[in-house]
């Protein structure tokens, strides 16, 4: 291969990255200013097209979202471990999450996370007041 070749080749390279890096920061940044939800970006994941959204980690997703703190996240991340029988890893990401090795296990266990939770009456557990 001619340097003229290798150095072009190097210079594309480059350029992909910063784009890929540019894309998952407004992603970020969308879901922040409520433009997007976490949901849209694992969609677009899913897609040829977002295959840069793959490398962003679980953590930063969650951070993303608006008027979440880091203890929100912590506590949703053990709570996707304890879902999944498994231990936390750090390096979870939505590349990970969408695996299709997992046989859809982890989007599921995504899915139940975000899932609205609400009592069956007011007051429960204890019994319905009359």
């Not at 997992?102 to 609205?116: F, M, N």
């Amino acid at each position: 291969m001619r340097p003229d070749n290798l150095a072009n080749n190097n210079y594309r390279r480059q350029q992909a990255l910063s784009e890929a890096r540019m894309e998952r920061s407004q992603a970020l940044i969308d879901i922040t200013e409520g433009l997007l939800e976490s949901w849209d970006v694992i969609l677009d994941a899913c897609q040829p097209h977002g295959i840069a959204f793959r490398k962003i980690s679980l953590r930063q997703l969650l951070l993303a979202r608006p008027h979440a703190g880091k203890a929100a996240a912590k506590r949703d991340l053990h709570r996707l471990a304890v879902l999944l029988e498994l231990q936390h890893d750090p390096s979870w990401t939505i590349g990970w999450l969408i695996d299709p090795r997992a046989g859809q296990r982890r989007i599921h266990a995504w899915q139940e996370l975000h899932r609205e939770h609400t009592p069956p009456w007011d007051g429960f557990p204890l019994a319905p007041g009359r």
